[in-house]
Every structure is written in structure tokens, then in C-alpha cells.
């Protein structure tokens, strides 16, 4: 039993050392194997480092060859070395097509470009610069097509999605150009570039707080770009925040002072401050630097409007209507400066003008209705002035020129009916002192001292209420008031010496 036992137990080990032995040989075997294997595949790794190793000096060489040339012939030359020793390949038709479009050959580009996908479909690359192509051409549903081909591949692909934002903005589309803006800045907050084009999108759709912001994060990038403080400006002035809008033109003008615009801008913001001889410098460098600049001409036509200095805006608005005799609003100013200078068929020349164009509403018939009545042209004005209340009924001032004219013209009745839809939208003693003169021309006294009276307790200065009372108390045989208010005459015209 015992000797069972031992020779078990021998007969055991020594299967484990033919075990460990044949292990042993099998492992110096595997690590041979593996170590010629190893060899084998770092051979081949450093191979393919040293191919491409090669390409990309040979491809850098090619490069700087094409940097040193100048003419386009010479470029594609070299561009097509890298084809030639790479054939089927599709980096040499990607670098020849980005040389197409450094020269504005955007169809030989295209097929560059097409070319590039048909070797490799994954390269994104060669999507975004034909969707550059098709864009530059004005070609935008196309480029966008290929843009969003090169995000399926890549959609971190940050220069895309701004690429993306342009075509939509060209389009009009300006909520998309925005949410493509702000993809792009998601992936790059320092893009300085989408800042700015998202401002002037939300410009675009009115949202002129969100526009603030983004051209002050741009400006906080970028301090030095006029564009930027150019920008933000109007906005503030569309928000009529004009010292904003002042300053920020200011600080633009500080960085380039070939800018005219923003001469423009900057006097316009100071006509609306009400600071008019500032605006008229500004307004002149604009016009020093642009001989033909309309607008220009016209905020310092509107500037001399209003310091009454007529004639000079009347050759302002000639020059504005020398360079677009289809601006309405230069004849209507223009008729205005007219109408001040007493000039009123001239005015109402441009008045007629102004309205041939289509610029139709409530003032322009109004004033062009005065003009009228001052040449008498009584039927004409009072047609005007219809005219105008079709366009506001609730503006008391036309309808007491009406009346007025409907006293000249004997229509009574009219007459109280246009002063009293006055009265019902403005208290006023001219109001009330004209009605009275319709009602005494109807003898219809007791309404006409009430209004009068009422003149009277409006402004107590008004020396012909006083007189048309007293004589309305003479033609009544109220005589003891008439003499009151005679001596009543009799004093202010005394405080007046």
C-alpha cells in the first residue's frame, strides 16, 4: 500500500516537470514567434512613418514653391506634382482646388473639390470649400447642402456652422443664421468673427439689447476693430439711446478716420440730441469724404431746418435731389423750407411732388393745404386738409385751419363743426374764438359771447376776444358790457406800447 502510495506520488511529479518543461519550450517558442512579429510590425510602422514622413516634406516643398509663385499658371503647375506622384490619391485635387479659389475660378474648384470626395467621402475638407465656392457665387441652398454634409461627417466642425450662418443671413433667414452663429460659438468662444455677424443678425430682427451684447463681447475680444463700436452704435441709436450711440461712433472714428458712415451716424446723433452745430461738422467731414453721400446732404438739410437757416437747406436738398431725383422726402423738406420763405407755389410744386412719389399722410396734405390758402387757393386747401383728416382724424390743428377756411368761404355751419371737433380734442382759445366768429356771422350772439368768454378765460391777453365780445354785446343791445370790454381793448393795447 505504502509503495502504491510512493510511486503515485513519483509518477506525479515527475508529470509536472515534463509539464513545466514542455511549457518552458513552448514559451521560448511564443516569445521567438512574438519578438520576429514585433520586429515585423514595427518595421512596417516605421515604413509608413517614413512614407508619410516623405509625402509631407514633398507635399511642404510643393507648397512653398506655390507660395513663392505668383502667377496662377505656375501654382497649378506645382499642384499637380502632388496629383502625379499621388495618384488616387485625394490631397493634391484639394490643395489644387483651394488654389482655384484664391483666384476666383470657383467651377475649376468645384470639380477639384468633387474630385476629392469621389477618392475619399469622409473628407470633410473638401465639402465646406465647394460649399465656399457655391456661396461665393451666390449659389446659398447648394452651399448649405454641402455644409451640412461636411457637420454629418464632423459636427464639432466649428468653421461650418459660421459658414453656415452666412448663407443663412444672405438668405434672410436670420433665427437660422443665428442658431448656426451660436453653434459656432459654443465650440469657439473667441470667435470674434460670430460675435459680430450674430450682432447684426439680431439687428436684423429688431432684438437690438441681444445685438449690444454681442458686439460688446466681440469689442472685449477685439478693441481695436471700428466695425465693432460701429455697430453697437446703431443699435443704441435704434434704441434711441443716442450718447451711447455718440460715444461708440466717437471711439470708431478714433480707430479709422476714413470712415465716412460713421461721420454720418455720429451727426445724426447729435440733430437728435439737438446739438446742431456739432451735427453740421460731422456732417460736412462725411461729405469731405464723400462728395455724393445723399444722406448726408440731407441730415444737414434737416439740421438747417431747424436753426431756420432755409436757405441753406434748400441747397442741401438740391444736391439730394441732383443725386436721386426720386427722393420724396428731400421734396417734402424741401417744400417746407419753401413754404418758410414765403415762396408757396414753389412749395406747393414739391408738396405735389412728394406726394406723385407716394409720400402720403396726414402732413404733408396739411401743409400743403395751408400753402394753398396763403395764395388763396381757399378750395383747393380745404380739400387738402379733408384730405390729411382721412389720415388722423384726431389732430385738432387741421381741423381749425378748415374752419378757418370755411369762414372765408362763408360755410358757417362747417365752420363751427370743424372747430368744435377741435375743442373735443384740445381746450384752446383760438379754437373757441373762431367758433365765436362763425356764430356771429350766424347772429347767433349768446354763442358767440360764450365762446368768447371762454377765449377769454384761456388767455386774458387776447385783445380781439375782448373786442368781438364787445361788439357782439353791441348787436344784442347789452350795451354797459360792450363798453366793459371796449376799455378792455382800450388797456391792453396801452400795455402793449
Known sequence: MLKNIVLIILCNLLMYFIIMIVTRINRKRYNRYSTEKSKENK??????????????????????????????????????????????????????????????????AIKDFDKTIQLDNKYKEAYRCKGVCLSRQGYYYDALQNYKKAIEIDENYEVVHYNMGVCY??????????????????????????????????????????????????????????????????????????????????????????????????????????????????FNTALEMNSEYEQAYYGRALVNLKIDNYKEAIKDLNEVLYLNHDNAKAYYKRAIALDNLERYEEAIKDFTKAIELDYKDENIYYNRGTSKSLIRDLEGAKKDLTTALSYNAEEFRIYDVRGMINLELEEYEEAIDDFTSSLNLLQSSISYYYRGL???????????????????????????????????????????????????VSQLEENLK
Request: hydrophobic residues 30%; charged residues 30%; glycine residues 4%.
Open 43 to 108: 518595421i512596417k510602422e516605421l515604413n509608413a512613418k517614413v512614407s508619410y514622413l516623405e509625402k509631407k516634406l514633398f507635399i511642404q516643398d510643393i507648397l512653398n514653391h506655390i507660395n513663392i509663385e505668383s502667377e496662377i499658371n505656375e501654382k497649378i503647375y506645382y499642384a499637380n506634382k502632388i496629383i502625379e506622384a499621388y495618384k488616387g490619391e485625394p490631397i493634391g485635387y484639394y490643395f489644387r482646388g483651394n488654389l482655384y479659389i484664391e483666384f476666383e475660378r470657383y467651377e475649376d
Open 169 to 282: 443671413s444672405k438668405l434672410k433667414k436670420y433665427i437660422k443664421a443665428i442658431d448656426c452663429y451660436t453653434k459656432a460659438l459654443n465650440l469657439d468662444q473667441n470667435d470674434i468673427s460670430a460675435y459680430y455677424n450674430r450682432g447684426r443678425n439680431y439687428s436684423r430682427i429688431t432684438r437690438y439689447e441681444d445685438a449690444i451684447s454681442d458686439f460688446t463681447k466681440a469689442i472685449e475680444l477685439e478693441k481695436f476693430d471700428d466695425r465693432l463700436y460701429y455697430n453697437r452704435g446703431i443699435a443704441y441709436s435704434l434704441l434711441e439711446r443716442h450718447e451711447e450711440a455718440l460715444k461708440d461712433y466717437k471711439n470708431a472714428i478714433d480707430i479709422n478716420q476714413d470712415f465716412a458712415d460713421v461721420y454720418y451716424y455720429a451727426g445724426f446723433s447729435y440733430y437728435l440730441l439737438e446739438e446742431y452745430y456739432e451735427a453740421i461738422e460731422y
Open 438 to 488: 362763425a356764430y356771429c356771422e350766424l347772429k347767433k350772439y349768446d354763442n358767440a359771447i360764450s365762446d368768447f368768454t371762454k377765449s377769454i378765460e384761456i388767455d386774458p391777453d387776447d385783445l380781439k376776444a375782448y373786442q368781438n365780445r364787445g361788439d357782439a354785446y353791441c348787436n344784442m343791445g347789452n350795451y354797459d358790457e360792450a363798453i366793459k370790454d371796449f376799455s378792455m
